[in-house]
């Protein structure tokens, strides 16, 4: 047991906290002659490192969401939404809301579109609230 929990916290401090590349950017640092202990040289560290850490972990995100999100057209997504009834209806219109990449420009005639339908409103709702809030990749307007 002792090798699998060594191995989950390399793979979570290293791979995942990018601890590597505190390290790397430290020792870079520190061959430019900048002191890491005084509170200029930990800020610059600390800046340089969160900062490509989240620009490494946006860009992983995005193109594994616009990947799924490939997969589910507007039609594909009413004819899904459309199986489902009652609150469940309303949660996986959520969290389809939440995959599709569709911002508010789109989003409102897939509204029309999904009621048209006949899809009850509630879930359009749904649907509509929690697209263009949670996609990042595609804020058109």
């Known amino acids: 047991m002792d090798t699998i929990e060594t191995g989950w916290n390399f793979f979570q401090n290293e791979i995942l906290g990018m601890h590597w590349l505190n390290r790397l950017i430290g020792a870079l640092l520190e061959n430019c002659g900048i002191d890491l202990t005084s509170r200029i040289g930990a800020s610059i560290q600390f800046f340089l490192y969160d900062t490509i850490k989240i620009m490494v972990l946006l860009s992983v995100l995005i193109f594994i969401i616009s990947y799924i999100q490939s997969y589910f057209p507007p039609e594909r997504t009413r004819k899904i939404l459309g199986r489902f009834h009652g609150i469940w209806a309303n949660i996986i219109a959520a969290l389809f809301g939440t995959i599709t990449p569709f911002c508010s420009c789109s989003s409102i005639p897939l ?21 263009p809030m949670v996609d990042l990749a595609s804020c058109c307007c």
Do not use: Y
């Open 111 to 131: 509204f029309i579109g999904f009621t048209s339908a006949g899809l009850p409103i509630g879930v359009t709702f749904s649907f509509l609230i929690s697209s």
